[in-house]
């Protein structure tokens, strides 16, 4: 009998030894899982913030299109409204690539792959307001090319292409900033060919061109 009670202490105090390390063992797993979520959260706003972006499903789609995106009030066409910058010792420039209807870089010239191009627009009475600037690219799977966006000389927009298989479809990007837009105030776009060394081509690799259509005015409040 003494056996017996001596037996049963020992299993139950070993039970409470277990249950004791498995209420441990989960509190310390739900901190990491909190943890984990925490900084997911945080390096998913960081995305949000610098790469905010949607895809258009169809490729080349007709320009015209870009004004029914939804609030856009005014686009700014790239090769018809901008001031195309001439080449420097430091910049390359920009060509009108009309199979496309986009601005884009000669990557096969390679001073032109280490140097930003540039584009600028003078805002007129008709574009003044309070506006978000939006930017539209052209996705290439051969490089995954960089934008900057300014406003009188202000950065304000920083994008990069995403990495995608689908070429020459639209990407919107947004700054998430509104503006208070004047006449007389500058538009500037630099962007920069880029490869992701991927697609093979004469003995090397193919280059994106750093194509883009638009910058969009969208519908904002002060």
């Avoid at 105090?13 to 390390?21: K, N, P, T, V, Y």
């Avoid at 901190?31 to 997911?40: E, F, G, P």
């Amino acid at each position: 009998m003494k056996n017996s009670l001596l037996l049963a202490v020992i299993i139950l105090a070993g039970f409470g030894c277990s249950q004791a390390d498995k209420t441990t063992s989960k509190a310390q797993e739900d901190s990491t899982i909190s943890l984990q979520t925490q900084a997911l959260t945080k390096t998913g706003k960081e995305e949000i913030v610098t790469n905010a972006y949607t895809m258009n499903s169809q490729a080349l789609t007709d320009i015209s299109d870009i004004i029914n995106l939804p609030n856009v009030e005014k686009v700014l066409i790239a090769n018809s409204d901008f001031t195309l910058h001439e080449q420097s010792s430091s910049h390359a420039t920009f060509y009108d690539d009309p199979k496309t209807h986009s601005l884009a870089i000669d990557a096969a010239n390679l001073d032109f792959r280490t140097q930003y191009a540039i584009a600028t627009y003078t805002l007129g009475v008709e574009e003044e307001g309070i506006f978000e600037l939006g930017f539209v690219s052209l996705s290439e799977f051969d490089g995954e090319s960089h934008y900057k966006l300014f406003l009188n000389d202000e950065l304000v927009g920083d994008f990069t292409n995403p990495r995608t298989e689908l070429d020459f479809h639209e990407v919107y990007f947004s700054t998430g900033t509104v503006f208070s837009l004047k006449a007389g105030d500058e538009i500037k776009v630099e962007a920069i060919a880029a490869s992701n060394g991927l697609i093979p081509e004469d003995g090397g690799y193919a280059w994106a061109r750093g194509r883009w259509r638009a910058v969009t005015l969208i519908t904002g409040e002060k």
